[in-house]
């Protein structure tokens, strides 16, 4: 089955710009969606088919994706930023829906 | 404003069984596919199950094929998960999601605040 790789955790000084991969086989020839998860609180999508943005997400977030990584950028990071940030992508292979294990983003 | 709430969790035994509904409210639910999503405890997002907006096509993670069942209900607006032969590892909050509303969407939209299913003895 296809395997997304997060590194557990990245840490940003506020104002600075935190990048967040997504490692997978190829994963530029797929859509890459990200995901804000706060403590105790349901997930938010914050970045879709790789650099879109849903209505209501800050311009601070956006996403690449390319060859065999994909990354969302947050640029100008906030304290509120703090958070667990998932990437997902649907593998047509399985037809699975595929989550990365998680980054945890420390804002210092 | 979209709405997703998720009931029916609980503490049930190993090899035991739960059913758990999703309340859709606030957009149109029979025109859109549905997905089940758990996070055990202290741990990252697993998708469980999709379900098309028909019900046409259903597919499920290896984890909990043969075991889990989802179907929806278009005239109730709800969305269900069936779990049978429950196991430990099935112990997690289990969020409903709604596909994203452009064609060929692959991504989770909105989310419910999810239901918390413990299997315990």
């Known amino acids: 089955s296809y395997v997304l790789t997060q590194p557990p955790s990245v840490s940003v000084a506020p104002g600075q710009t935190a990048r967040i991969t997504c490692g997978g086989n190829n994963i530029g020839s797929k859509s890459v969606h990200w995901y804000q998860q706060k403590p105790g609180q349901a997930p938010v999508l914050v970045v879709y088919?790789?650099?879109d943005r849903p209505s209501g997400i800050p311009e601070r977030f956006s996403g690449s994706n390319s060859g065999n990584t994909a990354t969302l950028t947050i640029s100008r990071v906030e304290a509120g930023d703090e958070a667990d940030y998932y990437c997902?992508?649907?593998?047509?292979?399985?037809?699975?829906?595929?989550f990365g294990g998680g980054t945890k983003l420390t804002v210092l | 404003e979209v709405q997703l709430v998720e009931s029916g969790g609980g503490l049930v035994q190993p090899g035991g069984s739960l059913r758990l509904s999703c309340a859709a409210s606030?957009?149109?639910?029979?025109?859109?596919?549905m997905n089940w999503v758990r996070q055990a405890p202290g741990k990252g997002l697993e998708w469980v199950s999709y379900i098309s907006s028909s019900s046409s096509t259903i597919y499920y993670a290896d984890s909990v094929k043969g075991r889990f069942t989802i179907s929806r209900d278009n005239a109730k607006n709800s969305l269900y998960l069936q779990m049978n032969s429950l196991r430990d590892e099935d112990t997690a909050v289990y969020y409903c999601?709604?596909?994203?509303?452009?064609?060929?969407?692959?991504?989770?939209?909105?989310w419910g605040q999810g239901t918390l299913v413990t299997v315990s003895s």
């Open positions: 999601a709604r596909e994203g509303d452009i064609v060929g969407a692959t991504y989770f939209d909105y």
């Open positions: 606030g957009f149109t639910f029979s025109s859109y596919s």
């Open positions: 088919d790789d650099s």
């Open positions: 997902q992508v649907w593998d047509s292979s399985s037809d699975l829906w595929v």
